[in-house]
């Protein structure tokens, strides 16, 4: 689990934009110019800067040689292995996520996504954006790319159809990837148990952050949602 | 690094700025009274930087000088692990799930919330960190050839140190003091004025810009810097030499991109000429290593590169697979002479264990022959040193999940040394973030806002899964969502009018529209805008772009006729299937196209994507055929739409059959007397700029630190940044005495501007008690 905000703190992050924005509104009527000047560190709400005084020099240096004696000093032998201060993990990271109707999941990729649909279960793991290094230092603002997605751990029977599968991409196109089974063939209207398969799902998309989603019913019917989106970053620079 | 994010008015950032002014609307109401506001700075994290030192924390724990949460001097030793390219969201929310990052390490140590990265792209964030310079156009740009930087001769009326401004003595009083200038001026067009021929302006800092290490150096602390796969033969990408320069005396040592045996003048003098190629930077992984340059400092500062007692095996060394002087073997060693272990050391795991390669470019088999002769080769990026062999990624995945595995391997390993046990410190952190927007979780969340915006139809459904309570909205509101501060941790361009960032500030930001009277579209115009001349200079809120002349030589934007068009009075939508995202916005000519039209909205995909109305495909053309394979040897069919609208953006027909069409320059409207097209732009503005688009800035990558002198399972809320991080290394080992800084203090650059806050009592939440 992630650790917890507690309320000050979280009260305190829901309000700062608002403080950002007032304290920026400040640097502006400070300048007394309709524009921003950058960098805004110069913001005349933050104080001068101080005149390090010759004692204050000298302080320095005394605690320049407390510091190199501190880093110097050794504290007594410690207890091999982890340090014992950490907590122990009771969460087993096996970087496996478990998605259902009424819990859909988000992921990324190389993460499991265990698939719970009312005729079986299966294990999904989607391997990309691939793209061709030709393409990369480019920033092309488009990207030919494919994923692989493998399903395996199949149980019952799961129909698998092309509609199944949309890509977004980072200026919001929603695809339709091209769909086809690796090593050839066709792609197969379920998946049955024992089925161990890998999908290359191709398309262009634009180069930025986008989306993968899988949704078992179709993306169109209003009030579906989909099982699981593995979130993804085309890179080309 | 994340490329150049091009983006329309209308692009996916325009969601930021709706849910800014919804968010305004919030902050509006929540500050109407100074009562409020002033409570407010008391209880926001952003109040920190309201006055000098101070942390508005929750922690109520002792703050030493310059603010700083622990006795200088406690902390012995620090391992920084900077990752890539990541936002907060991605990290540490339930996006990223049921992983050693997300579910185990902030359990261990301090999250960091609201730790923001500088700038974008990568490189000018690494050197941000151990510099506190500020981004400049070439390092934004991931520097594309290792190069020299040309430095200004004078700054602020008097002559510079090699570029670096000492004209003033204040940074309250002169932002600039500190800073290197380029010749070409302090925001300079990334490329040759004259001729439009791209070039750099160098990427090596000169000897006058001091680094953290350089700091260290005088004070005696004792650092070193490992890289994963550094060393590799051909680590240095496919142009690069045989990497076999002596690592103990050449600038290798610091992990440049070349060896100088036999090279005069190294690195080479700017401008170095996109023709020459004879030492470009890779910026990418290659077959033989994924170790790419650009995300390890230390080659990118003379004062480094220059000192053979800097550039040496004493302080550089591979992460792995060397054994005797690699990051393993030194732990190993050390711990039979605890003194002797570095203080400070810097990792940089490579472009496949940083979470950067979405496919690790040593990946799987099938990734390779999808791709037609994509590299392939062995485990993880160069393999792995006893103890301990983890586990490769499977099918080569990279991304955060590789990232994942690296830290599970690595972490343990620094927990059980003697040396983290005693004043350790472990900081996890990324280069930058993105998107910029934080708490969102996801970019599918981020979408499945467009769609009840109405902005992005079809994409419907928005997942909210998140474990962590961290989705989008939270609360069904878009009151609490973070955009990158401004104020003295960051040096944002913001909009005048709304405080809205504009861009990570000077420099490249390449594809962005840009507003009629930014004149910095010039080329050649690189004075800054002062008072005096704001009227005839680039107004501040201008960022570079791409050149928007009508001699314009960018691909991206240079006009250009397309002749794979199909359309008709029948439709607004025209197939082009040459028609790419970037060229929204563009004045439209040609037979049967009305006058004053403008590509509207772009589809540009496979073959099939586009599944609207039948006019998508209003005559049947043929897909485009695009190379696909390493040797094009492959192809994919692509085709494009675009919607033809008027320069309110309504959509318009043409008068009849439209067999191509002619797309201007995005059109600048400077005189033409300073290279721009004047007034023949009058009425050919891009219909979809948006003042307040927001742009990629350095992000929000949230940090997390675990340290004895940390409560496990804590969290900070507090502004933190690179700058914010230099300050605290400088104050940790309390430099200022030997390294006196920009402040007499001890801080460089940045790191020393007024009012930043190195990391406080909030961080440090189990610190002991000592004296002032």
Not at chain 2, 30 to 53: E, N, Y
Not at chain 2, 289 to 308: M, R, T
Request: net charge negative.
């Amino acid at each position: 689990m992630t650790p917890v905000t507690s309320r000050l703190s979280e009260r305190g992050r829901r309000l700062a934009p608002a403080a950002v924005l007032v304290l920026a509104g400040a640097a502006l009527a400070g300048c007394g110019s309709s524009r921003a000047a950058p960098p805004t560190h110069a913001d005349a709400n933050f104080p001068s800067d101080r005149q390090v005084s010759a004692s204050e020099k000298a302080q320095q240096r005394k605690l320049h040689e407390e510091v190199l004696a501190r880093l110097h000093s050794r504290a007594p032998k410690n207890k091999p292995g982890v340090a014992s201060f950490l907590p122990r993990s009771t969460t087993r990271v096996n970087r496996i996520v478990v998605a259902t109707r009424s819990h859909p999941k988000l992921a990324i990729a190389g993460i499991g996504v265990e698939l719970h649909l009312a005729g079986g279960e299966t294990l999904a793991t989607l391997n990309g954006p691939l793209y061709n290094n030709k393409y990369v230092g480019t920033n092309d603002p488009t990207v030919p790319a494919k994923f692989l997605l493998t399903f395996t751990r199949v149980h019952g029977e799961i129909p698998l159809t092309a509609k199944d599968f949309t890509v977004l991409d980072q200026q919001g196109n929603n695809i339709v990837p091209r769909i086809r089974m690796r090593g050839g063939g066709r792609m197969p209207g379920q998946l049955r148990s024992g089925h161990r398969l890998t999908l290359v799902l191709s398309t262009v998309i634009s180069a930025g952050d986008g989306s993968i989603v899988y949704n078992p019913t179709g993306i169109t019917r209003a009030g579906r949602r989909p099982l699981v989106g593995w979130d993804f970053i085309v890179e080309d620079d | 690094m994340i490329g150049r994010w091009f983006r329309s008015g209308r692009g996916s950032l325009m969601t930021g700025y709706r849910r800014r002014q919804a968010w305004l609307t919030g902050a509006v109401a929540a500050t109407t009274a100074l009562a409020a506001f002033m409570s407010l700075l008391a209880a926001s994290p952003a109040g920190a930087h309201a006055t000098a030192r101070t942390h508005p924390a929750t922690s109520a724990g002792t703050t030493y000088a310059d603010g700083l949460g622990i006795q200088p001097g406690t902390i012995k030793h620090v391992w920084l692990i900077i990752l890539e390219n990541k936002s907060y969201d991605a990290s540490f929310t339930g996006l990223n799930n049921n992983t050693y990052l997300w579910k185990t390490l902030p359990k261990q140590g301090v999250l960091l919330k609201n730790y923001f990265a500088t700038g974008h792209s990568s490189q000018d964030n690494y050197t941000s960190l151990v510099s506190g310079q500020a981004p400049q156009p070439d390092l934004q740009n991931d520097c594309t050839y290792y190069n020299q930087m040309a430095n200004a001769s004078t700054a602020g009326g008097q002559a510079t140190d090699n570029g670096v401004d000492v004209s003033g003595g204040s940074l309250s009083a002169n932002p600039n003091y500190g800073q290197w200038t380029a010749a070409a001026g302090p925001d300079a067009y990334l490329g040759n004025a004259s001729t439009h021929t791209p070039t750099t302006l160098g990427c090596v800092y000169p000897s006058s810009v001091q680094t953290l290490f350089n700091q260290f150096d005088s004070a005696g602390i004792k650092w070193r810097g490992y890289a994963q796969d550094l060393g590799d033969t051909t680590n240095s990408g496919p142009t690069a030499s045989s990497g076999t320069g002596n690592l103990t005396t050449d600038e290798d040592g610091c992990g440049a991109p070349y060896d100088n045996s036999g090279t005069s003048g190294y690195p080479v003098a700017s401008p170095q000429v996109t023709s020459d190629t004879s030492q470009p930077n890779p910026g990418s992984a290659s077959s033989g290593g994924a170790y790419v340059p650009k995300h390890f400092p230390f080659p990118w500062f003379q004062s480094l590169i220059d000192n053979p007692q800097d550039c040496n095996s004493s302080h550089i060394e591979p992460m792995f697979d060397n054994p005797g002087a690699d990051f393993y073997s030194d732990l190993q060693a050390f711990a039979k002479n605890p003194n002797a272990y570095p203080n400070f050391v810097w990792m940089t795991p490579d472009n496949c264990s940083d979470a950067h390669d979405a496919e690790c470019v040593n990946g799987s088999a099938a990734a390779s022959s999808e791709l037609n002769g994509y590299p392939e080769g062995g485990n993880l990026s160069g393999g792995w040193t006893t103890p301990d062999i983890p586990k490769a990624p499977k099918n080569g995945t990279g991304g955060l999940y590789a990232a994942d595995l690296y830290l599970q391997h690595v972490i343990p390993e620094i927990e059980k040394s003697s040396e983290f046990k005693d004043g350790g410190l472990i900081d996890i952190t990324f280069d930058e973030g993105y998107p910029p927007y934080t708490y969102n979780n996801s970019f599918y969340n981020d979408h499945g806002k467009f769609d009840s915006l109405g902005i992005q139809p079809g994409a419907s459904a928005a997942l909210a899964t998140d474990a962590a309570g961290e989705t989008l909205d939270e609360d069904g509101t878009d009151v609490g969502v973070n955009t990158e501060p401004t104020g003295p941790n960051t040096p944002l361009v913001t909009d005048p009018n709304t405080g809205q960032q504009l861009s990570a500030g000077p420099g490249d930001a390449a594809g962005l529209d840009r507003p009629d009277n930014c004149i910095a579209q010039t080329p050649g115009n690189t004075v800054q805008p002062t008072p005096s001349n704001s009227s005839t200079n680039t107004p501040a809120t201008c960022v570079l772009g791409p050149q928007a002349s009508t001699t314009a030589t960018n691909s991206l934007t240079k006009a250009r006729t397309d002749t794979a068009v199909a359309g008709n009075a029948v439709s607004s939508t025209i197939q082009d299937n040459t028609i790419k995202i970037t060229d929204e916005g563009r004045p439209v000519t040609g037979t049967n196209i009305p006058a004053g039209s403008f590509v509207g909205k772009v589809t540009d995909g496979p073959l099939g994507s586009c599944k609207g109305p039948s006019s998508c495909s209003p005559s049947g053309l043929a897909p485009a055929k695009i190379p696909v394979g390493a040797n094009g040897s492959t192809s994919l069919e692509e085709e494009g739409f675009f919607t033809l609208v008027n320069s309110a953006g309504k959509a318009v027909k043409p008068t009849g059959p439209v067999t191509s069409v002619s797309l201007a320059a995005d059109c600048d409207p400077t005189p033409a007397s300073e290279g721009g097209s004047g007034a023949s732009c009058t009425g050919l503005s891009d219909p979809f700029y948006d003042a307040n688009t927001a742009t990629s800035g350095g992000g929000d990558t949230g940090s997390v630190l675990i340290s004895p002198y940390i409560t496990p399972g804590s969290v900070s809320t507090v502004y933190y940044n690179h700058y914010s991080w230099l300050r605290t290394m400088e104050d940790l080992f309390a430099v200022g005495a030997t390294s006196p800084g920009l402040d007499g203090e001890g801080h460089l650059g940045y790191a020393a501007q007024p009012g930043l806050v190195p990391f406080g009592p909030d961080v440090f939440t189990n610190a002991p008690t000592g004296s002032q």
